[in-house]
């Protein structure tokens, strides 16, 4: 046992934190899964009850990361750096952000069809997520380092192909569509969720620099 990980299991702990960074993760990952069944349907009609059930996530999220911040303040000793609590708590409230305000724009944008790459953008946001609500629940006992690493380097080759797309994707947009207020529209689009993937590359990431502290 290392000297950091003997530490670690001598202190007291306030597992609480990884109740709530497990809770945050699979908040995150039922939003990018209602996310995609949303855009998965050519439904205009109901992007506001859409919107509706994206916010409220949304607000979910933000009353996960204010108890976390809370507990951080009445806390003195935690199981982890409080530093990487709250930077991973941040970074999964991101992803949210993200999918918050497209949500918002389809409404704004009066969305009436979907296109196939941002759905296939939305189906690799679920994937991502997915990996991503594994890895917070390893920071827990951080038993199996090895699979901590392939999962994360499986999110970073999901982000390189997730780049790809979106480039592609911009690529179809300037070249066949004469309107400029359409590819103004999707190209922000594009841009946000492409961002929502960057993000969970990048708390993927800190999870790694966690475990790595850690070892």
Request: aromatic content about 6%; glycine content about 2%; overall charge negative.
């Amino acid at each position: 046992m290392s000297l950091n990980s003997l530490i670690r299991w001598l202190k007291p702990r306030e597992m609480v934190f990884f109740d709530l960074l497990e809770s945050a993760a699979d908040n995150v990952l039922e939003a990018a899964k209602y996310f995609e069944s949303g855009v998965l349907t050519d439904h205009p009609g109901q992007w506001e009850d859409f919107r509706r059930a994206m916010k409220e996530l949304e607000h979910k999220g933000d009353t996960i990361t204010h108890q976390i911040i809370d507990r951080l303040d009445s806390t003195f000793v935690t199981p982890i750096e409080r530093e990487d609590i709250l930077h991973l708590a941040h970074a999964l409230d991101d992803v949210l952000d993200d999918l918050d305000a497209i949500a918002d724009r389809l409404v704004l944008y009066n969305v009436k069809t979907m296109l196939p790459e941002f759905r296939e953008l939305a189906s690799m946001n679920v994937a991502g997520c997915q990996q991503l609500a594994h890895l917070v629940r390893s920071l827990r006992n951080m038993s199996n380092p090895e699979e901590i690493r392939r999962r994360i380097r499986e999110v970073s080759e999901l982000e390189n192909r997730t780049d790809a797309v979106y480039h592609s994707a911009l690529s179809a947009l300037f070249s066949n569509n004469p309107d400029p207020i359409k590819l103004i529209k999707w190209k922000e689009l594009f841009d946000t969720l492409e961002s929502a993937v960057d993000r969970i590359d990048h708390a993927a990431k800190v999870v790694g620099s966690t475990v790595m502290k850690n070892a």
